[in-house]
């Protein structure tokens, strides 16, 4: 069965600092790997997407992610983070042979930014 | 903005009642799911339809139920309610079966007293 894990419940990080989230993931086929972002009393927006190509991927708000399939890893990153970025973070793998019913979620990284 | 609506966004009731919460696709989205986010649970995906049929069942009860109308806009039943259902309830849409990027909405906040 696949699963995800992020292994850091809660992150609190500077303004300005660089970020990075961890995602180890298992998955017996190719993965199809998400992450996603939840704001307070918001719904969870796409950050970016993998699927296959090239493993470092771009997303929006200026986040990017790597695919480490050696060390079954998407972890997301952000070179400096902003005030508006605390939210909670979720990674999620799938299969495009299968739908998005197959998709399974982290249980989340809530980030806290300090001034 | 999503384009994913859901009401109500917040609903308080008691133990045994039941209580329906509504969905409106993205325009042009055929496939709605209904996911389940609780604290000791995560995100758990409870149902799927597509163009007006149930396409996959995940972990949700037998005292719920769901279904999406000819215009694409889906409701999700909650009956017999127990404390333990108190969760937020999201709604997302996608474009198709396959995977890819959901869509969801605001969810709506279900507090059993």
Redesign the interface.
């Given at each position: 069965a696949q699963s995800v894990t992020q292994p850091d419940i809660h992150i609190t990080v500077s303004e300005g600092a660089s970020l990075e989230l961890r995602c180890n993931y298992s998955y017996g086929a190719t993965p199809y790997l998400f992450w996603y972002v939840q704001s307070p009393g918001q719904g969870l927006q796409l950050l970016l997407k993998y699927f296959s190509g090239d493993t470092l991927v771009q997303g929006i708000k200026g986040f990017e992610a790597e695919f480490k399939r050696s060390q079954s890893s998407f972890n997301l990153r952000k070179p400096s983070v902003h005030w508006s970025d605390a939210a909670e973070y979720f990674c999620a793998v799938g299969a495009l042979r299968f739908g998005n019913e197959k998709l399974t979620f982290g249980t989340g990284t809530r980030l806290t930014i300090i001034p | 903005d999503?384009g994913?609506t859901q009401t109500p966004k917040h609903l308080i009731t008691a133990t045994g009642q039941r209580v329906t919460l509504r969905c409106s696709p993205r325009s042009g989205d055929l496939?709605v799911?209904w996911y389940q986010q609780s604290l000791d649970q995560?995100?758990q995906?409870l149902i799927?339809y597509y163009n007006g049929e149930e396409?996959?069942k995940?972990n949700i009860l037998e005292r719920f139920s769901a279904q999406q109308f000819p215009d694409l806009h889906s409701e999700l039943n909650l009956s017999s309610l127990e404390l333990g259902d108190s969760a937020l309830y999201?709604c997302?849409s996608?474009l198709d079966?396959?995977?890819?990027?959901?869509f969801?909405?605001?969810?709506s906040r279900l507090t059993v007293l």
């Open positions: - | 999503s994913v496939s799911y995560g995100l995906f799927q396409r996959a995940g999201f997302a996608s079966r396959g995977a890819g990027e959901l969801f909405g605001e969810g």
